[in-house]
């Protein structure tokens, strides 16, 4: 047995009851949940802060402003129904961030293109989404990295 066994993820608590792990993995497992969990609440404010939903915030950071994407393509990517994705791009339509545009090979299908407006959005969102949050940058530097390199090969 480890000495994880029956531990209880240390740290301010998310809804519902503790998290048990038995191993390790799954310790850290729920704590890069909780970590996720905790987030929540700054990325609410982040896309407020831009006039966003936080749907509409993982859409536009989900577009490239050099690649545009059919609704279809966004709709896999934030891993949705087509039918909610109408609704988000109406959103970031309205406020100029974002055009749909026919394609020449087929009329029906709608390409999303990011304005300049859209542009300059997504960049300080992007700017601001990067900034690291107190619990992490309170991490030496060491364990920093470490963090990074373990995350790296955890994504492939």
Do not use: Y
């Not at 998310?14 to 799954?26: A, C, F």
């Amino acid at each position: 047995m480890t000495d994880s066994v029956n531990r209880t993820a240390p740290g301010p608590s998310v809804p519902g009851p503790p998290i048990k792990s038995e191993t390790p993995v799954q310790e850290a497992w729920a704590l890069i949940g909780k970590l996720f969990w905790e987030m929540r609440p700054r990325m609410i404010r982040l896309a407020a802060e831009f006039g966003l939903s936080p749907p509409q915030l993982f859409a536009l950071r989900t577009l490239d402003p050099d690649n545009p994407i059919s609704m279809r393509e966004l709709a896999s990517q934030l891993q949705c129904d087509s039918s909610n994705v109408t609704g988000l791009v109406d959103g970031l339509a309205a406020q100029g961030l974002v055009e749909r545009r026919e394609t020449e090979h087929d009329r029906r299908v709608r390409m999303l293109v990011i304005t300049e407006r859209g542009a300059d959005v997504r960049e300080r969102m992007q700017a601001a989404v990067l900034i690291v949050p107190p619990e992490l940058a309170a991490l030496s530097a060491a364990d920093q990295q470490t963090l990074r390199d373990i995350l790296r090969r955890a994504l492939g």
